[in-house]
């Protein structure tokens, strides 16, 4: 089961690997780097509306109270 914290550290690694594609196909104009920034943002909002992690089972609730 994937927690909020991978969700989150899966998000920023997708904008990390956003960021270092640009640098590597030599972006430079400011549109360009626009459209760079919404490639790596808006696709990562959209999959924190719409993955809902879904709730613990009772065995995993067990595992959790007896640490």
Same mark, same amino acid.
């Given at each position: 089961?994937?927690?909020?914290?991978?969700?989150?550290?899966?998000?920023?690694?997708?904008?990390?690997?956003? %960021? /270092? !594609?640009?640098?590597?196909?030599? $972006?430079?104009? #400011? @549109? *360009?780097?626009?459209?760079?920034?919404?490639?790596?943002?808006?696709?990562? %909002? /959209? !999959?924190?509306?719409?993955?809902? $992690?879904?709730? #613990? @089972? *009772?065995?995993?609730?067990?595992?959790?109270?007896?640490?």
């Amino acid at each position: 089961m994937i927690s909020e914290s991978n969700k989150t550290q899966l998000y920023i690694g997708w904008g990390f690997v956003m %960021l /270092v !594609a640009a640098l590597l196909l030599g $972006v430079s104009s #400011l @549109t *360009t780097w626009l459209v760079v920034a919404s490639v790596a943002i808006v696709p990562p %909002l /959209v !999959a924190r509306r719409f993955w809902v $992690v879904p709730e #613990l @089972t *009772t065995s995993e609730r067990i595992r959790n109270a007896r640490r």
